[in-house]
């Protein structure tokens, strides 16, 4: 127990040197899974092992933070935050995304460079013999690219309010030169910007690999005060944002727990059938990438509703019927 008090102290020191405002009590106790009591007992803690602990004023509340971070010897990481750092880059390369890959292995390297000799030393064994036993599964899907370029163009004008122009291909289109209020980035299966129209102020999103030409522009085009990237990415099952719509899946009893294992959406709900079913809820947009799931999960799964994703799996289907017809008929 008292183990783990001093490194429930020592985190929270961490933490503390890590927030440029400082922390109030009550984020003290979130952050650290305690009651503010404790929090208190803590904080005493912090400031009677490091001095040089400041206390902000930020009515009605008080900060403390420490200026100046903590030594080495005081941050020094272990094995397996090594570990996983060192797999986050690799995960990274190996999916196609070698500009954010390049940052976390420079990361990597700055973080080993200010280490002890001793304790890098004595780490590298351990942290060579986990890296060889443990990879990552690339599943197969589109190759996200963003080059570091493009990156340090678009992140440039989100933090500067510019403009960005870039020209847009879609297939089957010409070629069309946009400029937008760019709002970030979203991250995943592919890559895409999320910015707002110009003119009308609507939110859309572009494929980064489909972007070329990509520059800041004179102006001011800050993004919506009203927009919240993590809520409009967490709208849609997938990408692709259209109607939300409440949608309802029932799983058959040989997955059910299968799927009670799954992160469906955020605003996911789960309720158990007498027959051992499950029916998963949620509120979503983004019908076709739902659809291209639901072929993973074969006859195990059925649509309740709604019926817009019906027609799209219908739709689906009909597709691959009339693909498979053309292959077979071919050979």
């Known amino acids: 127990m008292r183990h783990d008090k001093a490194v429930l102290v020592i985190e929270l020191a961490r933490r503390m040197a890590a927030s440029a405002e400082g922390m109030t009590l009550d984020e003290m106790a979130a952050d650290s899974g305690v009651g503010r009591r404790t ?12 001095p040089q602990v400041e206390e902000v004023s930020d009515p009605p509340s008080k900060r403390w933070r420490i200026r100046g971070g ?43 460079a200010a280490m002890r000799s ?8 351990d942290l060579e013999a986990l890296v060889r036993a443990e990879t990552i599964a690339v599943q197969a899907g589109p190759r996200p690219s963003a080059d570091e370029a493009m990156l340090t163009a678009i992140r440039g004008a989100v933090l500067a309010q510019w403009p960005l122009g870039f020209t847009y291909s879609r297939p089957g289109a010409e070629p069309r030169r946009r400029s937008v209020a760019p709002c970030g980035v979203m991250f995943g299966r592919a ?3 999320v910015a ?11 494929r980064l690999d489909r972007m070329s030409s990509v520059a800041a522009q004179e102006g ?19 990408i692709y944002q259209d109607e939300i719509e409440d949608v309802v899946i029932r799983i058959a009893p040989d997955q059910a727990s299968e799927a009670r294992s ?5 605003t996911q709900a789960f309720e158990d059938q007498a027959d051992g079913s499950v029916i998963v809820r949620f509120q979503a947009s983004g019908m076709r990438e739902l659809a291209w799931h639901l072929f993973t999960w074969g006859e195990a799964a059925t649509i309740v ?6 027609a799209v799996m219908a739709g689906e289907l009909a597709a691959a019927r009339r693909a498979l017809d053309a292959a077979t008929a071919a050979s």
Not at 305 to 310: D, E, S
């Open 39 to 50: 929090a208190e007992r803590m904080r005493d803690a912090v400031l009677m092992l490091f």
């Open 70 to 112: 903590l030594s080495a010897f005081e941050q020094a990481p272990t094995s397996t935050e090594m570990l996983e750092l060192t797999k986050a880059g690799q995960g990274l390369r190996a999916a196609g995304e070698p500009a954010r890959a390049a940052a976390l292995e420079g990361l990597e390297r700055k973080v080993k």
């Open 118 to 125: 001793t304790t890098l030393n004595r780490m590298a064994p």
């Open 191 to 193: 890559n895409y910007l």
């Open 196 to 206: 707002a129209d110009r003119e009308s102020g609507r939110i859309q999103t572009f």
């Open 220 to 238: 001011h085009a800050p993004a919506p005060a009203d927009f919240d990237l993590a809520a409009y990415a967490s709208q849609s099952f997938g």
């Open 262 to 266: 799954w992160r469906w959406h955020p």
């Open 305 to 310: 509703a709604p019926p817009r994703l019906k």
